[in-house]
Every structure is written in C-alpha cells, then in structure tokens.
C-alpha cells in the first residue's frame, strides 16, 4: 500500500494540525505503509504525487472550504487513488458548493463535524487523534523534584499548567482568577513565532502568572513539572477538537480540568481526576478538591486507547477497507 500524505510539513511541529500529520506519518511508517509526505504550500512538490503513483492520498488539513477544494482538485489526475481528509479543525463555508468536491472519505472527530459533514453528503469516520505514551509518561517524585530544580519551580508549589497560544480566543482570564484565589501558581507555556496577543501575556503577567514564551525540545518535562493541567478554552475555533495537550497531560497521569471542548466529552467521562468545566468558578471548586488530595488519578488509563499507535492501525484498517 502506498499512501501519500499531503499537509504542511515544512513547517514548525508545535502547532496542532502539523503536530498530527507528523505523528500519523511516523506510525504509519513504523507499522509497514509506505509513506509520501507532501508540504501542501509548495507548488515544486505536487509533482511527487503522480510520481508516487499513490493508492491513497490524505489531506491532513484543517480544513477550510478552499483546502477541500484543493485537495479534490489535486488528487484529480491520480483517479485510482482514494482520497481522504482529515478535519481535524473543520472550518468550512459555502457548504453546498462543496458537494461537487467530495473526497471519498471524511476523517471527523466530533460528532458535530459529523453532523456538518453529513449535511453536504460526505462520507465520514470518527477517528480522534492519538498521543505517544513513549514520550509522555509520569515521573518519579523524585524525577519530578529534579526537573523543578532545572526549570526554576520551587518544590513546594502547587503548579497548574496550561499550553497555549496567547490569544483572547483561548479565554485564558480563568489563569489570572486561579493566580489571584492563591491556591496554585499559573505556568503558561506559549509558543515561540506565534501571533501571540500582547495585552493577554501582560494581563497573566501582572496577576503572578507564570507566562514562558518559547520551545522546549522535551516538553514532557514541563507537563511532568505540573501537577495539573487546565484547558480552559470554549472557542471552537481557538484550537484543533481533540487537543493534543490534553492528551499529552493525561499521558503524564496529570488530573485534568477542562471545558467540554471539541471531541473531549465523546472521548471521556467524568472521574479518575478527570473534570469537566462549566464556569470559571466549576474550575476553582475542581482544583480546590484536587488539592485535598482525596482523588484518586488514573488519567494515563483513560488515555491508553488513544495511543498513536492503535490510531495508525486504525487508520491502515480504513485504508485497507476503502481500496476493497
């Protein structure tokens, strides 16, 4: 089987779609499927797909309205080929315009995608993203001390993590109400070259909070220096529908408190130090039970099935069915 990837791997890994495209490849490889990757943004590299002579090509996009169009318009002249798109971050318009571009299979991960896919006649699978629970793993306490000694965290601080593009979009002010409550300190982690919005770092910086601007090759530490992660965002164009962060904490066996984001409540159920969020004061009141410390933790547990390995053999079980 030969399967072309097509998205933006020329660039940066630290933003979301980019971040899936690369980890699907690397499994897919990993599990025996010769892969293609194609940056989408090149011109010079379209060529590669007719040279490929591929059975299946896999936009991995957000996608907007004009990347499904360019995608059937460039999987054209491949006509043996199966076509497929991951919407990992639908944002589509002119939804009956579409129905002329039809990929042969949809890739959702919400059942409302599901829903806006089924209204212009897409056929669609769920198929969620995954994490590497190789990478993201808890430490020892001990770890846990030593990592806190080198990124500058005092042990005794309870420390509330959130990743994060600094912009309004990421309703990020439930960060400075946690800072000012005096139950955690905030660490927020953005992310270096991003359009991050001035007046939101220096309204977190003014509350306490802890805002670090920049890229770290093992950003497992930073969540393994945490001791709970919060993923506050409602807006559903603010980040991909199953963020990466909130599995990668889950990995870290980190309790989570989050909105009801995207894919996360068809994903996961309540418990385990798992929470779900309403309000900014449904987050303090969760992190005021965390910090009892009468809940039990087994986020890691609930994350095992979305490993990116059970998501790439899923996806070769959906290439392998599409080319029957």
Not at 163 to 190: F, M, P, Y
Request: aromatic residues 8%; glycine residues 6%; contains cysteine.
């Amino acid at each position: 089987m030969k399967v072309c990837l097509v998205g933006h791997f020329a660039d940066g890994y630290d933003e979301g779609v980019r971040n899936v495209g690369k980890c699907i490849n690397n499994e897919l490889r990993r599990q025996g499927v010769t892969t293609t990757i194609i940056n989408l943004r090149s011109v010079y590299q379209w060529q590669k797909i007719a040279r490929t002579d591929p059975d299946i090509i896999h936009f991995v996009l957000t996608p907007t309205t004009s990347g499904i169009i360019a995608a059937k318009l460039l999987s054209i002249f491949q006509s043996r080929a199966k076509v497929v798109i991951s919407a990992i971050h639908p944002s589509v318009r002119s939804l009956h315009a579409l129905n002329f571009f039809k990929p042969d299979l949809t890739l959702v991960q919400s059942k409302a995608s599901e829903e806006l896919f089924d209204t212009i006649g897409f056929r669609t699978l769920t198929l969620p993203n995954g994490v590497d629970l190789a990478k993201f793993k808890p430490v020892s306490s001990t770890q846990k001390m030593h990592l806190r000694h080198n990124y500058g965290i005092p042990d005794e601080a309870n420390i509330v993590l959130h990743l994060a593009s600094l912009r309004k979009e990421r309703n990020l002010g439930v960060c400075t109400k946690i800072q000012k409550d005096g139950l955690c300190r905030v660490l927020i982690v953005g992310r270096e070259g991003d359009k991050n919005d001035s007046t939101v770092i220096r309204e977190l910086q003014d509350a306490g909070c802890l805002v670090w601007v920049e890229h770290f090759a093992h950003i497992e530490d930073i969540y393994n220096v945490a001791d709970c992660y919060l993923f506050p965002t409602t807006n559903k164009k603010a980040c991909i529908e199953t963020p990466l962060s909130v599995l990668e904490a889950m990995a870290c066996n980190l309790p989570i408190i989050t909105t009801r984001f995207g894919a996360l409540p068809e994903l996961f159920n309540e418990g385990y130090g798992f929470f779900f969020t309403d309000s900014d004061e449904t987050s303090l009141r969760s992190l005021s039970d965390l910090l009892d410390g009468d809940v039990p933790i087994a986020t890691r547990d609930m994350v095992l099935p979305y490993s990116w390995e059970n998501i790439a053999h899923q996806l070769r079980e959906i290439y392998v069915e599409l080319l029957q």
